[in-house]
């Protein structure tokens, strides 16, 4: 596995981008995405020789992650991505990890699956792709 991204909760995208865009040197990559199942948008931002960062904001005050953006955001996951995800969930089930979420379609990532477990106090995403959501044209 590798890591592919890190995830950061923001209150706001908008105000999120900008300033890891002015701060850092990082660019926004993909549209906003709406993952209705969690109920967040997100975006993705790169910079050249960097790991991509996701940005996550809720969409709706019931999302978990609105407690957590009220009082400001920060980390909330790193996401790995593997060459099997249903193989690498089925081996972690048998390792010191809680499983958070079963693979279910991610909209971030076109619809391929994602998966969530909690490590050494670190939510960790899964994933088994390289393609995004929304992908902005260069």
Same mark, same amino acid.
């Given at each position: 596995?590798?890591?592919?991204?890190?995830?950061?909760?923001?209150?706001?995208?908008?105000?999120?981008?900008?300033?890891?865009?002015?701060?850092?040197?990082? =660019? =926004? =990559?993909t549209?906003?995405?709406?993952?209705?199942?969690?109920?967040?948008n997100?975006?993705f931002?790169?910079?050249?020789?960097?790991?991509?960062?996701?940005?996550?904001?809720?969409?709706?005050?019931?999302?978990?992650?609105?407690?957590?953006?009220?009082? @400001? @955001?920060?980390?909330?996951?790193?996401?790995?991505?593997?060459?099997?995800?249903?193989?690498?969930?089925?081996?972690?089930?048998?390792?010191?990890?809680?499983?958070?979420?079963?693979?279910?379609?991610g909209e971030?990532?076109?619809?391929?699956?994602?998966?969530f477990?909690?490590? =050494? @106090?670190?939510?960790?995403?899964?994933?088994?792709?390289l393609?995004?959501? @929304?992908?902005?044209?260069?």
């Amino acid at each position: 596995m590798i890591l592919d991204h890190i995830g950061i909760v923001v209150r706001s995208l908008e105000k999120g981008i900008a300033h890891w865009e002015k701060l850092f040197g990082y =660019q =926004q =990559q993909t549209t906003v995405i709406t993952n209705k199942r969690q109920k967040v948008n997100v975006v993705f931002l790169e910079k050249k020789g960097s790991l991509s960062i996701k940005l996550i904001e809720p969409s709706e005050p019931s999302s978990t992650i609105a407690k957590m953006a009220s009082r @400001g @955001g920060g980390l909330h996951h790193l996401c790995f991505r593997t060459e099997n995800l249903e193989r690498t969930v089925a081996k972690m089930k048998n390792m010191p990890v809680r499983i958070i979420a079963l693979p279910e379609p991610g909209e971030a990532f076109a619809n391929h699956e994602i998966a969530f477990v909690y490590s =050494q @106090g670190v939510n960790i995403e899964l994933i088994d792709t390289l393609e995004r959501a @929304g992908k902005i044209k260069e």
